[in-house]
């Protein structure tokens, strides 16, 4: 797909030149805009208003230097980082991604597809993100600590329960949110509820960890149910081996279907006879270790390097819950010639557009990420929630409201596309939908 329409190829031009070598960021705006065309030709009122010009700006983004002292007392510096793009609908809400990877055209992006996705939860949170390009891998908790401890020394000035609630993300798990954590309220001389994906023993919600691998679950099944199908007896392909791609593991295999590959940065392994979820949690989250090392424990799992390979398994779904970019248009092909039916993002923008216009082009059932994997901030939304009125509520009852949040974004996401006469295209649905409350949002709220 390409942008026709002359008022938001011009607009696209000004992101692309206002935002100099940030692919990641050019991409994430350029398939929203993608999906205005028909909005814009209906609702003009939103050209008028300069809404989408104010839509790709971040209102704010902070930039920072986080100092720390490693264990053999030498200084390190990192980049610390935090967009906060939209509170037209709520306080700024998004997770920290601590990867070597990380500069400012990825927080964005990830900031920008937060802004919809947080929309379409139903529940009143902006959109932001926030991160670092420091690498946990192979640091000691000793150094992960200090230098959560700089970073928050920064990050709490611009941070609050009302104004912005950050959460984990890639290399941001429950240690990180708890050194961020305990800094903040040392700090801020405040326990209040600033960071979601918190300990159970200080105000974290039962569920939260579970949540995005779930949610993801549960929008699959919603589409799947829409179709005729079910998880029951499919075979599924799962990329990365964190947290969402655990948890989307359990559930689709408490779903009954049998999960057969995950993989890490540097490779994945391929079990015939299923994933031994116990074998990945002691490996990845007690050890710390490598997916490769999956084959020690289970005689008939292959291991290869190397991450694309992974899409050439035969399965019936596939869930990329790694990085963005990890599913391109060969990745696509191969899914295709194997008769997947259906490919449901936990990653955040892991397809690449070529790869997304062959699936669809080649009837997959395709679930874009701001609607598949939001279930993880929707659990955050309702960790807020609590933590305002200071009481929690039972792992099943989170995870039965989640359950329902997913399957009302599925139904959204349909038909929004449907009132466009795009029926069956989520990317589409989920960018109108996503677009609309927070557009109406900013008419209303004026030029601010
Ligand atoms: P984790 O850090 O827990 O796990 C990330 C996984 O992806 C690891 O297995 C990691 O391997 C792998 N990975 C990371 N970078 C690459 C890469 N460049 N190539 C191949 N594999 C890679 O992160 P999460 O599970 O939390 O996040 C995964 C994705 O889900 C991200 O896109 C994130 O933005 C998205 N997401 C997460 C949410 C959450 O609640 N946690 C909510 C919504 C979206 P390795 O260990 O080798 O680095």
Redesign the pocket.
Known sequence: MSITNEYLQGLMERVEKRNPGEKEFHQAVREVLESLEPVIERHPEYVKHGVIESLVEPERIIKFRVPWVDDNGVVQVNRGFRVQFNSAIGPYKG?L?F?P?VYEGIIKF?GFEQIFKNSLTGLPIGGGKGGSDFDP?GKSDLEVMRFCQSFMTELYKHIGSYTDIP???????AREIGYLFGQYKRISNTFAGVLT?KGLEYGGSLARTE??GYGLCYFTEALLNDHGFTFKGNTVVI???????IYATQKAQQMGATVVAL????GYIYDPEGIDLAVVKQL?EVERK??KEYVNFRPNAEYHEG?RGIWTIPCGLALP????N?LDLDSAKALVANGVKAVCE?????STPEAIEYLMANDVFFGP?KAS??G??ATSALEMSRNSIRNSWSFERVDSMLREIMQNIYKNISEAAAEYGLDGNLVAGANIAGFTKVANAMLNEGVV
């Open positions: 997770g991604r990867h990877s990830l891998k959460a984990g993300d890639i290399g941001v798990g994906g949540a995005t990329s990365g081996s964190g947290n969402v791609a993989s890490d940065s540097n990845k490598r997916i991450c819950c790694a990085t963005q990890e936990g990653a955040n923008m892991p990420a994997n939001a993880g901030v």
